[in-house]
């Protein structure tokens, strides 16, 4: 049994998300989680979603998301609205900017994965999540918080302007 397989294709998955993470950076000047708020806006009745919504989407810390959202509307991708009806709430909206960044950026590898995943047979889905299932076990992360979307650069966001410039 020779463990270094198993290493090696860990390796490359994670090697794949940090390569793509950075290529999306520097051709479109965003990172994964703000392209992944700014797709859940796209998607979201009349392009608009609440922080909180955004963070359960992301699954991700208040701060972190007010991160993403404060980066991304300095950039014109989002604007906040207050709702009709209610000034206390306040609602992130995608701007035209922020739709027309959507358009040119490429299909991200979770959306690629996920599209592989479901195409899989019910029987080969089950192995592949019991082998993750042995693997997050293993690694003993399961209390770990994440997001249902590969991102490298998470931990970033709170400190992005820094580490860009």
Do not use: W
Request: charged share 30%; with cysteine; glycine share 4%.
């Amino acid at each position: 049994m020779d463990t270094n397989d198993i290493l090696i294709k860990i390796r490359k998955i994670v090697r794949s998300v940090d390569i793509e993470s950075k290529k999306i950076q520097k051709e479109y000047g965003v990172s994964i989680p703000q392209v992944l708020c700014l797709n859940f806006l796209h998607d979201s009745p009349n392009y608009q979603a609440t922080q909180g919504e955004i963070r359960k989407f992301l699954n991700l810390n208040s701060s972190t998301v007010s991160g993403i959202i404060n980066r991304l509307e300095k950039k014109g991708y989002l604007a906040r609205l207050p709702k009709t009806g209610d000034k206390r709430v306040v609602n992130i909206a995608l701007t035209s900017a922020g739709d027309t960044l959507l358009d040119r950026i490429p299909a991200l590898l979770h959306e690629q994965l996920s599209e592989k995943l479901q195409n899989l047979e019910p029987s080969e889905f089950k192995k592949v999540e019991d082998s993750l299932d042995t693997l997050v076990t293993l690694l003993d992360i399961e209390k770990i918080e994440a997001s249902p979307l590969f991102t490298m650069d998470i931990s970033l966001e709170n400190n992005e302007d820094e580490v860009l410039e």
